[in-house]
């Protein structure tokens, strides 16, 4: 997956767990628990959307690779 | 109007789920009402033909006001055969009621949006024969698709429970074609889940009616008109208020006493990751389940944290229905329970937890759910902090908190060793209790959690 679609993924999933959440105002550097305050289930649910949408199934063990928005995209990028 | 929660004086009805003539059994859902902290769903408290809504969309009443009469009577009442769909009643509420603004100009019928008038000249249904149950007595998808179903079926009418009509309308399912396993072959929430999870894909939903949005959309509503933001902005401003009141009693008559340990978590989490390892995301657990599981069966075992003080004192409760604090996103939380938490197997209550959860989020909670959580645990260490003291829910008479599950340096034996640690709160009612049983509490959470195959 190029880094343009995996952007979009991690958009659209963010989006739907977290639908308050401003992309214009989101550093890509933002940690996904502690900057936009998703909690343990909010994070399933973004990587079950993430299965869904881009057939990527990050296991548990990459969680810390995935926990900014940046690193989400890469992961998708190098794995999708 | 039923007591949503401890400190509800009112609420406002936003939707009527049923209308004169429907058949409802105990537990079918009816209303739905907007309390100050959120919009729940009302069920129904006997069986009966609904003879008459006492209570109109957008009104706020108090606590015990009747909402609707329902009519006692033997079941055959409700039976397919004596359910022709009747012809839009003259004397309901209805008919007052201003235009819908989708409706097509002052035509003569119910209110009707486009596209629905569109699906039912497509399928050939007369929308001049069915009843709207929508809002202003619109006529929705799912009335159509009733109509449908009751016509396709000859003379009998498919029975369903209002919350299966309603789900099945969302998930676009046709009821005609969900095979009934409740009583007289009617229609259950659990036979639409199955006919849903058999359709690979729902198809591109045509644009239907503005869905009914219960909180923005009551037509009464003096909100109307305003920009959305400024009614989010009242309703979190409004939830804020509810919860100072709240947490104001709490503080004022329940003498708290507090209490920490710190949980050694490293047999719970390894166990997890080795199940979650072979599972697909929508399967994991999270370290919550086990540990809201842990404190429901703790709670088995130290009855004093569980049940309800009123002005006849404690009353323990068999059951623990353990109430879960949500923090919602726009600001403000709510605590609705999860049933008998202390008999579900993990994957049931981790799949209930999730439920609960996005619910609560999206505003949509269940009466019982608000109403009677018998112990409360708040899980702030999911959003980082280390430890958390809540403040007790009255009339219940105890909170736990749970923080961080973090590694941490443990020493054990003379040695130094890394461990996923958390540290847990009690935070208790000391009319009920004393300090040795709240410890007793704590540290039977920690047992159980080094066991974690038998959660």
Do not use: C
């Amino acid at each position: 997956m190029n880094e343009q679609d995996a952007r979009a993924a991690v958009h659209a999933a963010i989006g739907e767990v977290a639908p308050d959440v401003e992309f214009d105002d989101v550093d890509e550097d933002a940690r996904l628990r502690q900057d936009l305050e998703l909690d343990s289930l909010d994070f399933l649910r973004l990587v079950e959307t993430i299965d869904k949408a881009t057939g990527v199934d990050i296991p548990e063990r990459d969680y810390p690779a995935v926990a900014t928005v940046k690193g989400l995209i890469g992961y998708l990028t190098q794995h999708g | 109007m039923p007591s949503l929660g401890a400190d509800m004086q009112h609420g406002k009805l936003v939707e009527w789920l049923v209308k004169p003539g429907d058949y409802v059994r105990r537990g079918d859902l009816v209303a739905v009402v907007d309390t100050d902290k959120t919009v729940m769903d009302v069920e129904s408290f006997q069986e009966g033909v609904v003879a008459d809504l006492l209570v109109g969309i957008g009104e706020t009443v108090p606590v015990g006001t009747p909402l609707a009469r329902i009519t006692q009577t033997p079941a055959e009442v409700g039976s397919p055969a004596h359910e022709a769909p009747t012809p839009r009643a003259p004397t309901t509420a209805h008919t007052v009621k201003p235009q819908h603004p989708d409706a097509p100009g002052p035509a003569l019928g119910p209110p009707i949006a486009p596209p629905v008038r569109h699906l039912a000249h497509r399928l050939g249904v007369d929308t001049g024969k069915i009843q709207g149950t929508g809002k202003d007595g619109a006529i929705t998808r799912a009335d159509v698709e009733h109509a449908m179903a009751a016509r396709a079926g000859g003379t009998s009418r498919v029975r369903s429970s209002p919350r299966a009509r309603r789900l099945a309308a969302e998930l676009g399912i046709g009821l005609s074609t969900v095979t009934g396993t409740g009583p007289d072959g009617a229609v259950t929430v659990a036979d639409v889940q199955g006919a849903a999870a058999k359709v690979p894909t729902p198809g591109p939903p045509e644009p239907g009616p503005p869905e009914p949005g219960p909180v923005a959309s009551a037509p009464e509503s003096p909100a109307k008109g305003r920009a959305p933001s400024e009614e989010a902005r009242e309703r979190v401003a409004s939830l804020r208020r509810a919860i100072g009141a709240l947490m104001t009693r709490s503080k004022q008559t329940i003498p708290h006493y507090y209490l920490s340990t710190t949980l050694d978590l490293r047999a719970a989490v390894a166990w997890m990751q080795t199940v979650n390892a072979h599972r697909p995301v929508a399967a994991r657990l999270v370290p919550s389940a086990l540990l809201l599981k842990a404190a429901a069966l703790a709670a088995r075992d130290v009855p004093e944290v569980n049940g309800f003080y009123d002005d006849g004192g404690f009353r323990p409760s068999a059951a623990v229905h353990l109430g879960v604090a949500v923090a919602l996103r726009r600001g403000g939380l709510v605590a609705p329970a999860i049933h008998d938490a202390e008999t579900l197997p993990l994957d049931v209550l981790m799949e209930q937890l999730r439920d609960l959860v996005s619910r609560a989020r999206a505003g949509r909670l269940q009466r019982a759910e608000m109403a009677d959580p018998t112990l409360t645990v708040t899980n702030l260490g999911d959003l980082g902090v280390d430890s958390v003291y809540g403040v007790i829910y009255p009339p219940q008479v105890a909170m736990v908190g749970l923080g961080r599950v973090m590694e941490q340096p443990w020493a054990e034996n003379g040695l130094l060793g890394v461990r996923y640690a958390a540290i847990a709160t009690l935070s208790a009612d000391h009319r009920v209790s004393d300090g040795l049983r709240g410890a007793r509490y704590l540290a039977r959470i920690n047992e159980l959690l080094q066991e974690p195959e038998h959660l």
